[in-house]
């Protein structure tokens, strides 16, 4: 199902924070390591569903799939930063904080994303020279 990839980032495409949260990851992942797919696809769908989970509308979290492993909210954000090229992996000190209390700030913002952020009419449409690490 993930066509050869391991870890995947599954984010709410109508979402103007998660679609520039999905270019930011691009832009520092120098080595590809990152694929990506839409919460709103049936490849995100059937992927969740062989791992006994199901979202409702609207998302409050993006999910790494990573190595048959699903993390979401803050632990999969940390875990994403520990990838990127640069100085973002120091952000993976935040593992110290307790997973109740990263998540509580998280969804501080996810909660008022939209609002914050903004929202499109549909998923972004990747540009060319990327499209191929999109998988839905």
């Not at 969740?48 to 799939?65: K, Q, R, V, W």
Request: charged content about 25%; proline content about 4%.
């Amino acid at each position: 199902m993930e066509r050869g990839r391991e870890q995947i980032v599954l984010f709410d495409g109508v979402c103007n924070f998660c679609n520039a949260s999905v270019n930011f990851i691009i832009a520092r992942d120098s080595q590809g390591s990152f694929s990506f797919a839409s919460l709103q696809s049936d490849f995100t769908r059937e992927l969740l569903a062989s791992h006994g989970i199901t979202l409702e509308e609207p998302y409050d979290t993006f999910i790494l799939y990573d190595n048959g492993t699903i993390y979401d909210k803050s632990d999969a954000a940390l875990r994403i930063a520990a990838r990127l090229d640069g100085l973002w992996k120091l952000l993976t000190i935040f593992r110290i904080v307790p997973t109740p209390i990263r998540n509580f700030f998280y969804s501080l913002i996810a909660r008022n994303r939209y609002r914050l952020f903004g929202k499109k009419e549909s998923c972004m449409i990747p540009p060319a020279e990327v499209r191929g690490r999109f998988l839905g």
